[in-house]
T-cell receptor
Framework: DQQVKQNSPSLSVQEGRISILNCDYT??????FLWYKKYPAEGPTFLIS?????DKNEDGRFTVFLNKSAKHLSLHIVPSQPGDSAVYFC????????????FGTGTRLAVRP | DTAVSQTPKYLVTQMGNDKSIKCEQN?????MYWYKQDSKKFLKIMFS???????INETVPNRFSPKSPDKAHLNLHINSLELGDSAVYFC????????????FGPGTRLLVL
């Protein structure tokens, strides 16, 4: 049973436009959410996170939005660059579990020049 | 049915012991991975196997040895456990190359005392 879902396996965006990657979760106990970026032949690297006490967190071109009532979060990349082409994983954790992560299956983003 | 399963989910052991973590995927994927989550955010790739052959072997102590009896299984053996090995270990699988989206297991929390 997938508790963290990324329903779009792939996304293609024009360079300079906005990329929006979506993630849904089912476990209402999750209180910390992360996005990872993964290049081929490498492990996922941490990108940005958000705590459930916030609904938005911004870091440069990357913004994560959290809608707790909808159990939905999204990652916005503005403007998108070709170097952003990678697989993006959403992950969630429950603080009381000692931060063990539960991962989505990933969305492959392709940014076209 | 669970796509990627790991056993055990929790493992508490003494320093110096030898232990194994098992991973099985029923997705028919060709590639399997082991990752170590050693803090709240950081996930490091340890090994990757494609059709039972090692394709990624990051710098990990040789106390860690992956074993793939068939392409549905990738087990992690750890000899002479040390305190610093305490972490959550994730198994994952993907259909083909490392560019594909990945299905993560639930993780195994290892605590070395």
């Amino acid at each position: 049973d997938q508790q963290v879902k990324q329903n779009s396996p792939s996304l293609s965006v024009q360079e300079g436009r906005i990329s929006i990657l979506n993630c849904d979760y089912t476990n209402s106990m999750f209180d910390y959410f992360l996005w990872y970026k993964k290049y081929p032949a490498e492990g996922p690297t941490f990108l940005i996170s958000i705590s459930s006490i916030k609904d938005k967190n911004e870091d440069g071109r990357f913004t994560v939005f959290l809608n707790k009532s909808a159990k939905h979060l999204s990652l916005h990349i503005v403007p998108s660059q070709p170097g952003d082409s990678a697989v993006y994983f959403c992950a969630a954790s429950v603080a009381s579990s000692g931060d063990k992560l539960t991962f989505g299956t990933g969305t492959r983003l392709a940014v076209r020049p | 049915d669970t796509a990627v399963s790991q056993t055990p989910k929790y493992l508490v052991t003494q320093m110096g012991n030898d232990k194994s973590i098992k991973c099985e995927q029923n997705l028919g994927h060709d590639t399997m991975y082991w990752y170590k989550q050693d803090s709240k955010k950081f996930l490091k790739i340890m090994f990757s196997y494609n059709n039972k052959e090692l394709i990624i072997n990051e710098t990990v102590p040789n106390r860690f040895s992956p074993k793939s009896p068939d392409k549905a299984h990738l087990n992690l053996h750890i000899n002479s456990l040390e305190l610093g090995d305490s972490a959550v270990y994730f198994c994952a699988s993907s259909p083909g190359t490392t560019e594909e989206t990945q299905y993560f297991g639930p993780g195994t929390r290892l605590l070395v005392l």
